[in-house]
């Protein structure tokens, strides 16, 4: 009873690990073929073809009635290196995806959303530095225009004032009933030449200011395209770097089980290793121990349940060599019955030839006897 419950612990052992070890590497073999039906008729069939070969390579290593070929043996061996290579290396993958970095994606994720917070109120900072200078440098030109304005105003309208006040006085100086004389159409043509000069002055100065802002416009306008550009071209940059980084050794993205080990480790050996290195190393470890716990379950198995499979198998022997020799029994009785027949065939014939040569012989000397009567 103890026996049946320690092979039945071992077989169900072997099985958990034999499932295990079929999964990763169907999901393994999946990833690479892209079609789960292919990746688990592939994976089955390798791990099927692993089980049996443990059992029959056993089987056929111990039993000694026929010669188990060096060269089938080696063949064997080498398929079935390459089998546990093959689920030790579908066990590492799984596990390293699992184990270096899972956070990767998030991770990223979060920096690019971050990449993307920071571009954002970089080039709303620009943008209100923007407005500001074009702000103060509105407010500083206009407060040129206002000065250039006064300006002309106190150089002109003074002028103008006095030449309109005479002008005006000029006129109570009347001769002959006409005060537009000489010294009025004087005061006039100085009046409007200085009304004229006030108002090209007046149009010279709206010109240079409105060059001015526009030349304004433009450098702040080009100031603010260099600014943006190169914001855009800082987060372009960071983003790809983004994309395309590794997050080696960034906590963040690492597994914290498998980084508190490392520290451990650290702590220990007072030499810190990656933790991809931990990754690999454990991962091999892990895959190792279940392929060989595999081997181990089926190789007890087999040998414990060896002389039961040989006694079947010599039971399978004798039964095919007493049928054998049955077989030959009656093939040997049917051809001495077949010989039997054919020798009764014979002696039945020379008897019945026997018999007609009698019974013509009489019937020839009947009728021998009455031809001689006859003759008489």
Request: net charge neutral; hydrophobic share 45%; charged share 25%.
């Amino acid at each position: 009873m103890f026996h049946k419950i320690t092979w039945s612990s071992q077989l169900l052992a072997g099985l958990t690990l034999f499932g295990v070890s079929f999964a990763l590497e169907a999901l393994v073999l999946t990833a690479y073929f892209g079609s789960p039906l292919l990746g688990f008729a592939v994976a089955g069939g390798l791990e099927a073809s692993k089980v049996l070969a443990i059992v029959l390579y056993r089987v056929l290593r111990e039993q000694t009635e026929s010669e188990y070929p060096l060269s089938v043996r080696g063949a064997a061996l080498l398929f079935r290196t390459a089998l546990f290579a093959l689920s030790a290396a579908c066990s590492v993958m799984f596990l390293a995806e699992q184990l270096d970095r899972p956070n990767l994606a998030a991770v990223r994720a979060a920096d690019l959303a971050r990449a993307g917070q920071d571009f954002d109120q970089d080039l709303a900072l620009a943008l209100d530095t923007h407005h500001q200078r074009r702000e103060q440098a509105s407010a500083r030109l206009s407060e040129q225009t206002e000065r250039r304005r006064q300006a002309l105003h106190t150089r002109y309208r003074p002028v103008i004032d006095d030449l309109a006040a005479r002008l005006e006085s000029e006129m109570d100086h009347v001769v002959n009933g006409i005060f537009k004389g000489p010294r009025y159409r004087e005061l006039q043509d100085q009046l409007q030449s200085e009304k004229d000069a006030y108002r090209h002055e007046l149009t010279r100065l709206d010109a240079d200011i409105d060059g001015q802002r526009r030349a304004l416009e433009q450098g702040l306008q080009a100031d603010r395209d260099v600014a943006v550009s190169r914001i855009a071209q800082a987060r372009d940059t960071r983003l790809a770097a983004l994309r395309t980084a590794t997050y080696a050794g960034d906590y963040r993205a690492e597994h914290p089980v498998a980084r508190a080990f490392v520290s451990v480790l650290e702590a220990v050996f007072e030499r810190r290793p990656s933790t991809l290195q931990f990754v690999f190393y454990f991962s091999l470890f892990l895959s190792l121990t279940m392929e060989l716990g595999i081997m181990v379950a089926f190789e007890h198995i087999t040998l414990a349940r060896l002389p039961l499979f040989a006694a079947e198998h010599q039971l399978g022997v004798d039964l095919r060599r007493q049928e054998a020799r049955t077989d030959a029994e009656l093939k040997r009785f049917k051809l001495d019955d077949e010989l039997a027949r054919a020798k009764v065939k014979r002696k039945r014939a020379s008897i019945e030839e026997a018999l007609r040569g009698e019974n013509d012989g009489k019937r020839g000397a009947h009728d021998t006897g009455p031809r001689c009567a006859q003759t008489s």
